[in-house]
């Protein structure tokens, strides 16, 4: 019989300050979550989607609510989408690979992990700071920069990321801020400077907005797309941006990239700021990507112990969950 030991949330400060267009945060708090079948312990963690209302105290709430089956299937159709389900899901998969003395991506019918060249996020500020934050991300060996946007500026902000750190490939994520821009207008200018795609520039919900619009760059849904139940509106975006905290867990996560690529759409897999413990289950869906941007956990000013490693440009397994031990 597997029920749920724990529901906690913990605190981890970010390293310096993570800005995008809604704001800044120095530190993130997630939910863990712990399941047990007397024997064997899974842990898995999430990270509350702040807007769309959640928070850590929240998701416990809702994990020390939930009275369905501790069960992945049965938690797609009793147990709401989000952070909550995604920390009780992963934890799960953690569990059922102790229990089969496999990994979990054994158990998945996945491919072996590898080391995965992950981007590396360029927080939002003035074109100096964003370039001397480049320049330092290109020394460390990142071969792949995304950079917040806001709107305004953002064509200045990206020729100085440019100056900073000529040689890498270059992904934008407006966070719903070209509501009221000219949108292939400022595809054409970041183009110019070899951006290779936009993340999000309307607001969810405002989809239509993108209806006729003939953009210079690949548009991806972020926060436009969480499920498979999203995927039928999204047909004026290129790509999907995959995270396991929207999904509500690596069972939908990983459905939700099949299907995708049955539609015809590019993938992005995403994440928000977390340890390694959230990180590594993401990883899975990672293989095969066309955009990686999987630094959570390097956000940090610390990690877990056994978490995420990286090293010549290339982002590590993390030993810390899924190995099946």
Known sequence: MIRMMSATVERWPV????????????????VVCTVEDGTHVGRGEGTPIYY????????VAALQAHAGPLDRAALLT??????????????????????AGAPVWQLAGLAQPMPLP??????????????????????RGFVLLKCKLTGEGDRDRIAAV????????????????????????????LASLGVEMVEQPVIHGQEARLAGVRTSLPLCADESCHTRADLERLGDFDAVNIKL?????????????????ERGFRLMVGCMLGTSLGIAPAALVAEGADWIDLDGALLLAKDRSD?????????????????GQ
């Open 15 to 30: 390293a310096g300050a993570f800005v995008i267009s809604r704001g800044a945060k120095t530190h993130v708090d997630v």
């Open 52 to 59: 769309e209302g959640e928070s850590a105290q929240s998701c």
């Open 78 to 99: 009793n147990m709401p989408r989000g952070a909550a389900r995604n920390a009780l899901d992963c934890a799960l998969w953690d569990l059922e690979a102790k229990r």
């Open 118 to 139: 992950t981007a590396f996020t360029i927080s939002l500020g003035d074109p100096d700071r964003m370039e001397a934050d480049a320049r330092m991300a290109a020394a």
């Open 162 to 189: 440019r100056r900073g750190a000529p040689a890498v490939r270059l992904i934008v994520d407006a966070n719903e801020s070209w509501h009221d821009r000219d949108i292939a207008q400022e595809t054409a200018d």
């Open 245 to 261: 905290d929207k999904a509500g867990g690596l069972t939908e996560a990983l459905a939700l990239a099949h299907e995708a690529r």
């Open 307 to 323: 978490g995420l490693v990286m090293q010549d440009g290339l982002l590590h397994p993390a030993t810390l969950w899924g190995t």
